[in-house]
């Protein structure tokens, strides 16, 4: 089958307007990219797209509106989303602080220097599908531009594009980070941005049970 060009340009235009929206994905490379090395970084940026690939696959096969239609099972979905992202913030938030108790600032060490991330591959497939909106906001940009009624040919090249931009916009917001001066200024005031880290993780968190709890009061 061949591709529908008119549909993938413009689903290609509004994904790329799209691509920049911060969000956990971006939180979490941003935080390796200031705190552990590329190997790390790449690991867990491939484990975010292979995530971000099986959601877009997901809509495309209807999985947004069977989750539509068994509101309970969306809601445990949703709160197993946010309590992830939460627990990662909680965590973020305690290092900061426990590091902000111990006098011992990276600033006071030779160099900023790399932390080995832990699980960074799990930690980016789970960033990705704790975002569970993504699937309702993926079906409503499907379907927006034609991509649900297009061909399969057309409809793989739309998931390609999704992970082609997300993965260069990602790769180059964490080559700008690891620059030595951005990651020396981060070190110095790790404990307060390990904290500010974590309450936007927990933010997120919180956002995505409350939005789906919203429709049950």
Known sequence: MQIDYAVLGAFTLL???IVPTPGPNTLLIVHL???AGWRDVAVALAGNLLAIAFYALATLLGLALLLAAAPSVRLGIYVLGGAY???VGVRLVRAGLARR???KTEALNAGPGDTAAQRPFLQGILTALANVQALFFLASIFAGVGVL???PATQLAAVGVIVAGNGGYLTLLAWLLQRERVRSLYAR???AMEMGFGALFAAFGARLVLRELVGWL
């Open 189 to 191: 005031y790790r404990a």
């Open 149 to 151: 009624g297009a061909s």
């Open 33 to 35: 990219a200031l705190t």
């Open 101 to 103: 108790k111990s006098r």
């Open 15 to 17: 994904w790329l307007a």
């Open 85 to 87: 992202l939460i627990w």
